[in-house]
Nanobody
Framework: QLQLVESGGGLVQPGGSLRLSCAASGFTLDYYAIGWFRQAPGKEREGVSC????????NYADSVKGRFTISRDNAKNTVYLQMNSLKPEDTAVYYC?????????????????????WGQGTQVTVSS
C-alpha cells in the first residue's frame, strides 16, 4: 500500500516546539518533493514548507520563516518539519504531500505542486 503517514502532532504551549514526521511506505521518497500544508478550522488549506527531491531547495511561508525547518532523511524515507516558537495561530491539521520532482523544481517560488500522495494529517494545537 502506497501511503504517507504523518506523526508528531499534539498539544503544546505557546513558545514550545514540535517535530512532525512524514514517513512513506510502499514507495521511495528519493524522487519526490515533499510539501507540508496545514488547515485550520474554517480556513483554506495553506502551504507551509517544501523541500525538493534532492533536498537542495527549500521554501517556507512567510508566517513560519525563521521558526520552522524542513529536512529529509532519504535513508529513513522520512521528511521532518521542526517547529519552534509555536504560536496559537499555528494550530491546524498538518498534512504532508509528495509530488514527483525529477527536475528538482517543485519547491521553487510559485511552482506547481501536483501532489501524487497525501497523508491523513496530524493535529497540532498550540494553547496555554
Amino acid at each position: 500500500q502506497l501511503q504517507l503517514v504523518e506523526s508528531g502532532g499534539g498539544l503544546v504551549q505557546p513558545g514550545g516546539s514540535l517535530r512532525l514526521s512524514c514517513a512513506a511506505s510502499g514507495f521511495t521518497l528519493d524522487y519526490y518533493a515533499i510539501g507540508w500544508f496545514r488547515q485550520a478550522p474554517g480556513k483554506e488549506r495553506e502551504g507551509v514548507s517544501c523541500i525538493s527531491a534532492s533536498g537542495g531547495s527549500t521554501n517556507y511561508a512567510d508566517s513560519v520563516k525563521g521558526r520552522f525547518t524542513i529536512s529529509r532523511d532519504n535513508a529513513k524515507n522520512t521528511v521532518y518539519l521542526q517547529m519552534n516558537s509555536l504560536k496559537p495561530e499555528d494550530t491546524a491539521v498538518y498534512y504532508c504531500a509528495a509530488a514527483g520532482d525529477v527536475f528538482d523544481v517543485r519547491c521553487r517560488p510559485r511552482a506547481m505542486f501536483p501532489a501524487d500522495y497525501w497523508g491523513q494529517g496530524t493535529q497540532v494545537t498550540v494553547s496555554s
